[in-house]
């Protein structure tokens, strides 16, 4: 074998070690990407024209958190809004509108409190997908629930529901639960049951004064059935 086809041969091998250098990073990449956002991936995939174009959007959503101030809440005010949580779903008892717009505008102050920017609605979902991916979907939920609660479009069920979605992301929020335990009261400010003792009767009950549904009372602070 003549010099040029050694040298041939090591510029096909070089090439070759590059492709699957390049393979494996991309694989490495995109195991990652899969692993941090979970169900916000397949989202992001099937809302872009290419999951290349998806990969690269998540890539910097990474990038403009890791530049937030994200910081944990000290205890002292975790377990404040940990009491105004406990205090917001009581008043669900007696006006369920109301209370899923409080539930709305406190997951709001703690995002805020936490060093999230608050001004836009995707923009919130867009920061809080780095970190808190799994919850994502409550988040959405709650919040287009509760856009119909305030055109008094929405059931009680749904209401009820709202806040349960809401309820999800607030823990999470309240504290991170992979690097923090949370104190008894913050557990408690969460976990409150959020039974529904009555039908999907529309919610249309002006000025949000009551929530009683076919005679019936929605009840969120019994113990869990």
């Not at 690097?179 to 009950?205: F, I, K």
């Amino acid at each position: 074998m003549n010099a040029v086809a050694w040298v041939a041969v090591v510029i096909v091998a070089v090439l070759v070690i590059l492709a699957v250098g390049y393979l494996v990073s991309a694989g490495n990449r995109r195991r990652h990407l899969r692993d941090r956002f979970g169900p916000e991936y397949e989202r992001a995939v099937r809302e872009s024209d290419s999951r290349r174009d998806a990969e690269q959007e998540l890539r910097a959503r990474e990038e403009r958190h890791a530049k937030l101030d994200i910081r944990p809440l000290d205890p002292r005010t975790r377990e404040q809004y940990a009491r105004k949580w406990t205090e917001v779903q009581e008043r669900f008892v007696d006006a369920p509108g109301f209370a899923v717009t409080e539930a709305d505008a406190l997951v709001t102050a703690v995002m805020a409190e936490r060093g999230y920017p608050t001004d836009d609605f995707e923009q919130r979902l867009s920061d809080l997908s780095v970190a808190h991916a799994a919850t994502l979907d409550h988040y959405r939920n709650a919040h287009d629930i509760s856009s119909r609660a305030a055109r008094q479009e929405a059931t009680t069920e749904e209401l009820r529901q709202a806040m349960v979605h809401y309820r999800a992301l607030f823990q999470e929020l309240l504290g991170d639960s992979d690097s923090e335990s949370h104190s008894d009261s913050d557990s408690r400010a969460a976990d409150v049951p959020l039974d529904d003792h009555s039908g999907s009767t529309a919610y249309t009950t002006g000025g949000y004064g009551d929530a009683s549904a076919n005679g019936r009372h929605v009840d969120m602070r019994k113990a869990g059935r």
